[in-house]
């Protein structure tokens, strides 16, 4: 071990944890796109290794979560040379203005990417209402 590597072993052990870490794995923030339309808000969310069957959204008091969990492929009889890409999982929140309609949301995963679709409300029509005489 070199001199530098042992004062960066030192130093990062002399460091405190700033909390209690909830969680074993690494979590990443995905990188995303926000596209707006006249009728729809796209959010599109790079999610290597994310399929269906591994991401969870959740929508809680107008905040959007996003949680991807992705898991090592390791062929059998093989072992890693060189790591340069880290596993871990996603996670992202969205807050959502009221002008988003929650009940009409709908998210797809093709190939590690996440696509949100949210359809805007229509705008609120003023409603006639009728009078009769008693």
């Given at each position: 071990m070199s001199e530098s590597t042992t004062n960066i072993q030192k130093k990062e052990a002399a460091i405190p944890e700033k909390g209690e870490r909830t969680r074993e794995r690494r979590v990443?923030?995905?990188?995303?796109?926000?596209?707006e339309r006249k009728s729809e808000i796209v959010v599109v969310a790079d999610m290597p290794g994310v399929d269906e069957k591994s991401v969870d959204i959740t929508l809680e008091k107008n905040v959007l979560t996003i949680y991807g969990t992705v898991e090592a492929e390791m062929p059998e009889n093989q072992r890693l040379s060189v790591l340069e890409y880290g596993i871990?999982?996603?996670?992202?929140?969205?807050?959502?203005s009221d002008e988003v309609d929650k009940e009409k949301i709908q998210a797809s995963v093709k190939?590690?990417?996440?696509?949100?679709?949210?359809?805007?409300?229509?705008?609120v029509k003023a409603k006639k209402i009728q009078v009769t005489a008693q």
């Amino acid at each position: 071990m070199s001199e530098s590597t042992t004062n960066i072993q030192k130093k990062e052990a002399a460091i405190p944890e700033k909390g209690e870490r909830t969680r074993e794995r690494r979590v990443y923030s995905p990188q995303v796109d926000i596209i707006e339309r006249k009728s729809e808000i796209v959010v599109v969310a790079d999610m290597p290794g994310v399929d269906e069957k591994s991401v969870d959204i959740t929508l809680e008091k107008n905040v959007l979560t996003i949680y991807g969990t992705v898991e090592a492929e390791m062929p059998e009889n093989q072992r890693l040379s060189v790591l340069e890409y880290g596993i871990g999982d996603y996670q992202r929140s969205f807050a959502l203005s009221d002008e988003v309609d929650k009940e009409k949301i709908q998210a797809s995963v093709k190939n590690g990417v996440l696509k949100l679709v949210m359809p805007k409300k229509e705008e609120v029509k003023a409603k006639k209402i009728q009078v009769t005489a008693q």
